[in-house]
């Protein structure tokens, strides 16, 4: 057994909620974070997507007891209002129960909520502007240097979260051995962000409940409202070509291509020229790693274990089931961490690669599938099915956004049987009334187990 002492690098959401639930545990926390207290200052300004807060990390933040902290931050949607190029809007529900939503909340307000709450426990230290630039595993030390003064000193790992990013230092420190194995993929398409601020008197623009898209084939524009009554937009386009980054080089190109595809919009977003051609430009990347350990000394979480696109709304969600995940690791097993970290793998590594996977399926949906008339057919369909028979059809949307008790890897199994049931129904069909619905429930039930019979099972496999 280890030492009741822990270091974690990075306080962004992943490394805080982890330092919290670790904490109160009775262990001591160290943080390290090589950014400035974002209380202070945020460093991320221009380059942060909104979070989309789905019922996993709900169920995280309920857990330690700060989701009444955060209410406050949050604005639900309801479903996607999609933009058509020639001026239609239609409006999509996520879910059909009341409470099926997904709130928008802003990363820094997020983090800062849960950095006040980690301030408040008396065993845990957080420890900004002190930078993480290596680890030497053979004597399981992690290199830092105080941004403040540039001085280098060493940080055990007794053991080590590192939480630091999908650029991880940590685990690039272990590049060329087996031991994560990370593989870094780059989408050939990058975001800017850009925003709409709230109209006279402080009202929103567009409609509050919904996630607002432009969906243009092989890119698309996206809104996310927030409490203020602004609303933060991402343009995310390929990084080359025509319609591109790398197209938009001078005010009179992002003028056309903006009165060109999304003319709706352009007037509201003040310094549009600006903001295009002077924001940075990020970068969209999924990490996957064949192990997230290295036995008792160093666990990977979040990002840095498993990054992936934005566009299911997935990865701090995913990032807080890793922390869950890890508190009920540390209940049954307490600080028997090589252990710990190797259930902990053998639990959540197939369920990472099973929202990379749906997170870029979820790309192609929201740019270029969700223009095709049959896409809200299926979704009709699919709502008929989970009304008939809800413990035996849940759409694949739902068991990711609103069902924390399914895992991803299931979501994306059933999914597929799903996926192929709908299209087959929906084939020779141009509205719901024209669907065999007896036959589509008969094919259901042959083709998919009860969903208690799946959580029974891994209730029988965790046990």
Known sequence: MSTRSVNIIGAGQCGTLIAIMLARHGFKVDVYERFKDPRIQDPEAGRSINLALAARGLNALHQVGIDTLVEPLLVPMRGRM???????????????????????VTRLGLNQVLLGVADDLPNLSLNFEQNAIGYDAPDRTVHVRDETDGSLYQVEADPLFAADGAGSSIRRSFDGSDTFGGIETLLRHGYKELSIPAGPGGE???????LHIWPRGGFMLIALPNPGGDFT???????????????????????????TYFPDVAALIPNLCDDMLNHPLGTLGTVRCRHWHD??????????AHAIVPFHGQGMNLAFEDCVLLDRLVTEHGNDWANVFARFEAEQLANANAIADMALDNYIEMRDTVRDPKFALRKALAFELEKRLPEQFIPRYSMVMFHADIPYLVAQQRGEVQKALLE???EDANSIDEIDISAAIDALQKRLPRIDTVRNDLAVRRS
Not at 204 to 210: E, P, S, Y
Not at 239 to 246: I, P, R, Y
Not at 295 to 304: E, I
């Open 82 to 104: 999609l933009h058509h190029q020639d001026g239609r809007t239609e409006f999509l529900r996520y879910g059909q129960q009341a409470d099926e939503e997904i709130y928008s």
């Open 424 to 426: 087959e129904f929906t």
């Open 233 to 259: 937009l991402t343009l995310f386009l390929p990084n080359v070509g025509d319609n591109s980054f790398e197209s938009l080089s001078d005010e009179a190109s992002v003028v056309t291509f903006f009165e």
């Open 295 to 304: 036995r008792g000394n160093v666990l990977l979480l979040g990002d840095a």
């Open 204 to 210: 929103f623009q567009l409609a509050t409940d919904a």
